[in-house]
C-alpha cells in the first residue's frame, strides 16, 4: 500500500488503496489449472499487475483473448525494446513474429527477467493462441504483423518529424487499438470503433509514456533509445540528451510543454470513443489507462523532474482512478479536473502556451457540454480530507501487522 507519509498527506487515498490491494490479491489467486493458462495469467501478473486487474473483469473469452493479445506482443516488444539484439537478428524476428506464435516449440531468449521468462518460455503463450476462436486469433495475426513490420522499419530509421513520430506511435500503440476494438467487436460486445478513433486511444497513452519515459529511454545501456521527433526537440538543443544537462532546464521543460500540448490533440477522439462503449466491463477497460494518461500528463507538466527521474502519479491517487472510474460521467470529470491542473501549471511565457491553453480549453469544452460534469464526484480536487488522520495511522498500523503475519504464514507454507 502507499507510504504512511502520502496516506497521512492524502487520508482519502486510504480506502482506495486497500480496495485496490485486496482486489490485486484476489485477481492473483484467480489463475486458471492447465499449465499454459495458468503461465499466462501469472506472467501477466508479472509484466502488468494494473492491467491484469482490470483484464480479469472482462467476460471469460474475451478476458483470454486480450491476455494472450497484450502478452504477445509484450513479447514483440520485447524484441524490440533489446538493444543488445544486433540489427541483422531483431529485424527478421520482428517481422515473422506473426507466425511464430502459430508455433508452440518456437522460443527466443532475449530481455530481462520476467521478461526473459516470458521469451523462454513462449510456447505456453502459442499453446492458448490457438486455443482462441479462430475471429480473435485473426485480428492477432493481424496486428501483431503490421506492428512487426512497423517496428522493424524504425529500428532502421530515426523518428525525425512529427509524422514520423505519430507513424512509430501507430505501429507500436495505435495498432493495439485497432486490435482491441477487433476483439471487442469478434466478442460481440461492441460494435467495431472508426479506426480514426482506435489509433488515437492507442496514441495518447504512448506519447503519454514516451514523454514520462525519457530519462530511462536516454539513459538505456547500450544504445540510448529516442523517440522524440527532432523536430520537436532540436527547437531547444542540440542534442535530445542535452535536455538532462541542468543548465538546459529552462529549454527542457518547454520541450517538454511542447511534447505534451502535442499529446493533447487525441483526447476528443479517445472521449468519442469511450462514450460510445456499451459493455461496462470494457469500458473499465479501455477508461482507466485513459484517465491514468491525463493524469500523468497534468503531473509532468512544466515539471524538470521528468529530466531528473520518474515522475508518476501516486499509488494512491491511481488507486482512486481504478475504484472510482465507472461511468461516462466519471472519465469527463476526471479528464476536466485534471486539464484544469495542467492548464494552472501553463506559464504565460511558455513559447507554446496559447497553443496549450486552446487544446486544454477545447477538453473543457468538451466535457462541459457532455452535460453529465455534475454527475460526478472529483477525487483530484478536493478542499479537505474526510477522514481522521489519527485513524488512517491506527488502520495502516493494524493491515501492516495483518499483511506481515500472513505473508509470513505463506511463505513458511
Known sequence: MGSLGAILKHPDDFYPLLKLKMAVRHAEKQI????????????????????????????????????????????????????????????????????????CEWHFSCGTKDYKVLMDQFHHVSTAFLELGKSYQEAIEDITKRMGAGMAKFICKEVETVDDYDEYCHYVAGLVGLGLSKLFHASGSEDLAPDVLSNSMGLFLQKTNIIRDYLEDINEIPKSRMFWPRQTWSKYVNKLEDLKDEENSVKAV?????????????????????????DPAIFRFCAIPQVMAIGTLALCYNNIEVFRGVVKMRRGLTAKVIDQTKTMADVYGAFFDFSCTLKSKVDRSDPNAEKTFSRVEAIQKTCRESGLLNKRKSYIIRNKPRYNPALIILLVIILSIIFAYRSGNQASN
Open 32 to 103: 486458471p489449472p492447465e499449465p499454459h493458462w495458468g503461465f499466462c495469467y501469472s506472467m501477466l501478473h508479472k509484466v502488468s499487475r494494473s492491467f491484469a486487474l482490470v483484464i480479469q473483469q472482462l467476460g471469460p473469452q474475451l478476458r483470454n483473448a486480450v491476455c494472450i493479445f497484450y502478452l504477445v506482443l509484450r513479447a514483440l516488444d520485447t524484441v524490440e525494446d533489446d538493444t543488445s539484439i544486433p540489427t541483422d537478428v531483431k529485424v527478421p524476428i520482428l517481422i515473422a513474429f506473426h507466425r511464430h506464435i502459430y508455433d
Open 254 to 278: 518547454q520541450c517538454l510543454n511542447d511534447m505534451i500540448t502535442n499529446a493533447l490533440i487525441h483526447v476528443d477522439d479517445c472521449l468519442t470513443y469511450m462514450s460510445a462503449l456499451r
